[in-house]
Every structure is written in structure tokens, then in C-alpha cells.
């Protein structure tokens, strides 16, 4: 990115994986965002998301409890329609299972595969808050 200014986004993380939260949560606190929930399950999602309200939600699509991250963002999205949300996955089968719902067209979620590079993260993030 260009020495420009960038604005700082709150962003909510849900990562399954302790280590990887904290890699996530490391990077985007060191580009200047700030990080304003993290959990390793979905389980409080929609009440975190009520009480928070971030500018992005990104959550891990295989998380704990028999629920995945396209469970916890159909539950945002049918309270928020806006919201944005990023789905960070190594399952590439995600995009398909999302397009097959109608809930999905014309919001602002994305899928990011995994392995990903944190400058890929940090821009996916930045270009769906600014998605219109």
C-alpha cells in the first residue's frame, strides 16, 4: 500500500485456531487497524456483532460446535444486510456452497483461501468495508 492515509477499521475475528487468531489479530493491530472482538467460536457471534457492530466480520469457515462460518454470517445478515463479512477458508467448495444462496446476492461477503499471505488479508478487508 501507498504511504496515503489509510483509515482504521474495527474488526471483529473468529479463528478456531488460537495461533492463527493471534497471527490475524498481530498483523492487522501492526497496519493500524484496530481489533475490537475475537473468539474461537461462533457461538456469541450475534450478540458480539450487536454490542460491537465492526466495520467487517472476518470469520474462519470450519469452527467448533456444528456450526461454519457461513452459519454465523447468515445469522448477522439477517439482522444486518449491510454487513460485511469475510469468510476465510481452505475448503475452495465455500463459493459454490454460497452462491447456491440467495441470501448471499448482492452483499458484502467474500471468500479468502487459504493459504493466504497477510498484505492478501489486509486488502480483501479493506476493499469489501469499501464495497458499496
Known amino acids: 500500500m501507498t504511504k496515503r492515509e489509510r483509515k482504521q477499521l474495527n474488526i471483529m475475528i473468529i479463528e478456531d485456531e488460537q495461533d492463527i487468531l493471534l497471527l490475524y489479530k498481530d498483523y492487522l493491530l501492526s497496519r493500524g487497524h484496530k481489533i475490537v472482538a475475537t473468539s474461537t467460536t461462533a457461538n456469541e457471534i450475534l450478540s458480539d456483532y450487536d454490542r460491537i457492530q465492526p466495520d467487517v466480520a472476518m470469520i474462519d469457515y470450519k469452527l467448533p460446535n456444528n456450526k461454519n462460518g457461513i452459519d454465523a454470517a447468515i445469522q ?23 452462491a447456491k444462496r440467495s441470501l448471499f446476492d448482492n452483499k458484502r461477503v467474500e471468500v479468502l483461501i487459504k493459504p493466504l499471505r497477510l498484505a492478501q488479508l489486509e486488502t480483501s478487508i479493506v476493499e469489501i468495508v469499501n464495497k458499496k
Do not use: F, G, Q, R
Not at 448477522?76 to 454460497?98: F, G, M, Q
Open 76 to 98: 448477522i445478515l439477517d439482522k444486518y444486510p449491510s454487513a460485511a463479512i469475510l469468510i476465510v477458508t481452505a475448503y475452495e467448495t465455500v463459493n459454490k456452497e454460497i
